[in-house]
């Protein structure tokens, strides 16, 4: 059985960081292909970053491109999302997902193309 557990979200004030783990279990790690997506309230779930295993490649929304970094360890079986210099249209419900083997690039973003997800953790940036 699959499982993801996010943590690590919180409130902070704009221009902060924070750093969301994501634990996975009942999977072969290196096989699937892990990705943060957010969604806010009103708004449709978007892929945030992603991380491809095989190829040790990263890819990013417009968004939070060189404020985010997604890593793993793969050891610890364990996804982190790296979230410097917040504002608050990054406010938003955090999840993270899988999927058995990857995505062209092209659609890593696609929500619908995930498997399983997290139960997400909730991030909230505001003065």
């Known amino acids: 059985q699959v499982q993801l557990v996010e943590s690590g979200g919180g409130s902070v004030q704009p221009g902060g960081s924070l750093r969301l783990s994501c634990t996975a279990s009942g999977i072969t790690y290196s096989r699937y292909q892990m990705s943060w997506f957010r969604q806010a309230p009103g708004k449709e779930r978007e892929g945030v970053a992603t991380f491809y295993t095989g190829a040790g490649s990263t890819y990013y929304a417009d968004s939070v491109k060189d404020r985010f970094t997604i890593s793993q360890d793969n050891a610890k079986y364990t996804l982190y999302l790296q979230m410097n210099i917040l504002t608050p249209e990054d406010t938003a419900m955090y999840y993270c997902?899988?999927?058995?083997?990857?995505?062209?690039?092209?659609?890593?973003?696609?929500?619908?193309?995930?498997?399983?997800w997290g139960q997400g953790t909730q991030v909230t940036v505001s003065s």
């Open positions: 997902a899988a999927r058995l083997a990857s995505l062209p690039t092209y659609m890593w973003h696609e929500a619908k193309r995930y498997s399983y």
